[in-house]
């Protein structure tokens, strides 16, 4: 793969934007990679393992001259990193972020990117439940979707994007921003709510000690609270700001729920197994499609090069 982009700065250093740097390090997609992030600690943690070419101290000196430009921040702080940065943005740069939720950010970044830079947002569809600059792995986006939602940005510079994310490893789709914001409240915001809400359930359920929830947590359990354990931030913000498809999935998946509670309460067997058969082959579907295997442990100390 050759260079895509000479300079790419990344604002914020976490999972994804750790992943990215050194994604881009192994396609060689750009000739440099400067990262910022706001804690002085997480720079001192990427300065020490070696995430980015330049680790510096200010947003404002990560985007000079810089071609593309990754916010990689939680999304109720787009806002403001795009009115910080906007008057330093190379005229021609391209700015892009990582965020799961769309339209929100497109109210929140648009109005500061200034004449002459490019918006366009993506959300690559990967990620554990790991955070920090540490967690960061060059196989995160192997074979895993990219959605670019270009909302009427020029064309040829999401072409260049689309082929940058190429390179990290992901099968990319372009999306209207209505049709992302619900799809994502389907396939990844609704099952964190619930894996949260089951760990309070099994908190709340006193006559089963902590001790004991954990002590006695069965592939099932464990398995399926894992996602639990993400970022709170990150999803607090999500859910603050995807409202209108979060409660309509939300609502929805209610339906269903009791639906099953009823089946359960009057011995309808015959709809529990139709139910299960159904929902069984829908997940034989996401096997064979090759997304339900987990990211490769390898790599999370942040030390891939």
């Not at 793969?1 to 990344?10: K, P, Q, T, W």
């Not at 997609?29 to 990262?35: D, I, P, Y």
Request: charged share 25%.
């Amino acid at each position: 793969m050759s260079v895509i982009y000479d300079r790419v700065a990344l604002i914020g250093l976490g999972l994804v934007a750790s992943s990215m740097y050194w994604a881009i390090k192994r396609a060689g997609l750009a000739n440099e990679v400067v990262g910022f992030a706001r804690s002085e600690e997480t720079r001192a943690t990427a300065r020490e393992i070696g995430l980015c070419d330049r680790v510096v101290d200010s947003a404002a000196e990560a985007v000079q001259g810089a071609d593309l430009v990754v916010l990689c921040v939680p999304i109720g702080a787009m806002g403001a990193v795009a009115k910080d940065i906007a008057p330093h943005l190379k005229p021609g740069a391209t700015v892009s972020d990582v965020g799961s939720v769309k339209q929100s950010v497109i109210d929140a970044v648009g109005p500061h990117i200034p004449d002459g830079v490019h918006f366009v947002p993506t959300h690559p569809m990967a990620g554990t439940e790991q955070s920090g600059p540490r967690s960061g792995f060059a196989e995160l986006f192997d074979n895993r979707w990219c959605l670019i939602v270009p909302h009427g940005a020029d064309e040829a510079a999401t072409a260049r994007l689309e082929e940058f994310w190429h390179g990290l490893g992901s099968n990319t789709e372009r999306m209207e921003v209505s049709h992302h914001d619900l799809l994502c409240a389907v396939v990844s915001h609704i099952p964190h709510l619930i894996a949260y809400t089951m760990v309070g359930v099994a908190d709340d359920f006193r006559r089963v000690s902590d001790k004991e929830v954990v002590k006695f947590s069965a592939g099932g359990f464990r398995d399926f609270t894992r996602i639990a354990a993400s970022d709170p931030t990150m999803w607090r913000d999500v859910f603050m700001t995807n409202k209108e498809a979060t409660l309509e999935v939300l609502g929805r998946f209610t339906e269903e729920l009791f639906a099953l509670q009823r089946a359960i309460r009057t011995g309808d067997g015959d709809h529990l197994h139709a139910y299960f058969t159904r929902t069984r082959a829908i997940r034989r579907g996401i096997v064979e499609a090759g997304q339900d295997t987990d990211a490769p442990d390898f790599g999370r100390s942040g030390a891939r090069k």
